[in-house]
């Protein structure tokens, strides 16, 4: 903020309150610099790795604040600056499920950072393919949503190609109605399944005998609504000022908590933090009892289970995997022991990563 000309009398608070401003935005740009620099020094340290720091970082700051901002603003500010000290360090090639403004991408942004190198893929199994094949160093995918329940694609994936989970963003779901015409005329609303199912209460309210089109993102459908008459998209806000499209209705979603969480896969595992999760898949025996028995290993240990799935084997009608995640980091006595009881319970099991806990983030 550059101290302004002259133009007419002000009073002296004000020419001592822009002063002020103008002091502290240079101490702050100082700051930030400086917070670069120690940064890079940082990276050097953990390698080609996104780490927790940052969520670790924010949640500290959210919790240490005493306003005037709020919550989201600080979270611009800080995501913006981790960003940009990100952009320094050679770039993260990171896939995701696209096209770009998908929410995949979002979510993919805010882990990583906009000045990285995010590469579109069309499908789930193509984030992994590209992983799993080093063509990019990370991938993001949908892992669960609050309202749809599990991702089958991605859970499919984790049982078939070795990767490991590396990271999580919960991402708060916001669908917006988009179109370039009055609700009145608009006569097909497309976007993906999953988007449609979580506003289907509110377009029956609203907008009843409207044609629903499956579309295989919502960016694809925000696209589509702005090449055809009489066409609307459920997406993101930011898909429709990609495509020009004016926003309709705003938060449509039937459940105002929708969240979609997101897994950050790899090869490689960040370091251990203070709040730390682990995701396990397991396999066991078709007898009685013997899913009690898993779950009676974690009881033992004393290990919070914060989620637990049940996926079909491939080629088998009887015989399942489950999916856990729990609170601690492999590393930890307590997981190590759990991991040693599920040797002899399990017929086999798989860590798919260590990683810290997230918070939903808009």
């Not at 000290?85 to 995949?104: E, I, M, N, W």
């Not at 088998?316 to 590393?331: A, D, L, P, R, T």
Request: glycine share 8%; proline share 5%.
């Amino acid at each position: 903020m550059a101290p302004r000309k002259n133009s007419g009398t002000r009073s002296r608070g004000q020419v001592d309150s822009e002063k002020k401003i103008l002091q502290l935005d240079r101490e702050i740009l100082k700051l930030v610099n400086e917070r670069a620099k120690v940064f890079q020094r940082w990276a050097k340290t953990v390698g080609d790795l996104p780490g927790g720091i940052d969520e670790l970082a924010l949640t500290d700051l959210i919790e240490r604040s005493r306003g005037p901002l709020d919550e989201g603003s600080i979270r611009g500010i800080f995501q913006a600056l981790m960003s940009g000290s990100k952009g320094l360090l050679s770039k993260t090639r990171v896939a995701y499920l696209g096209p770009q403004h998908s929410y995949s991408h979002q979510a993919a942004m805010h882990f990583f950072g906009s000045g990285q190198d995010l590469v579109p893929a069309t499908t789930i199994a193509s984030v992994f393919d590209e992983v799993n094949r080093h063509q990019v160093n990370f991938g993001v995918v949908p892992l669960e949503n609050s309202t749809d329940g599990r991702v089958t694609d991605t859970l499919d994936k984790l049982v078939k190609i070795p990767v490991r989970i590396c990271g999580e963003v919960q991402l708060r779901i916001h669908h917006y109605l988009l179109a370039k015409c009055p609700r009145g005329q608009i006569t097909e609303v497309y976007s993906k399944p999953q988007a449609l199912s979580q506003c289907r209460d509110w377009l029956g309210r609203h907008m009843p005998g409207t044609r629903l089109v499956e579309m295989a993102s919502t960016a694809a459908a925000a696209k589509l609504a702005s090449e055809k008459k009489g066409a609307a998209a459920i997406a993101s806000r930011m898909a429709g000022v990609q495509y020009g499209l004016d926003v309709i209705e705003s938060d449509i979603e039937d459940h105002k908590n929708n969240t979609t969480r997101f897994a950050v896969i790899g090869e490689s595992s960040p370091p251990k933090s203070s709040n730390d999760k682990t995701s396990l898949m397991f396999e066991i025996s078709h007898r009685p009892g013997a899913l009690a028995d898993a779950m009676m290993a974690f009881k033992t240990c004393r290990l919070n289970l914060t989620w637990i799935e049940s996926f079909p084997m491939p080629e088998s009608k009887n015989e399942y995997f489950f999916f856990v995640e729990f609170e601690g980091h492999e590393s930890s006595p307590k997981v190590k022991r759990v991991l040693k009881e599920l040797e002899e319970i399990t017929s086999r099991h798989v860590v798919l990563g260590s990683y810290p806990r997230s918070q939903p983030v808009e």
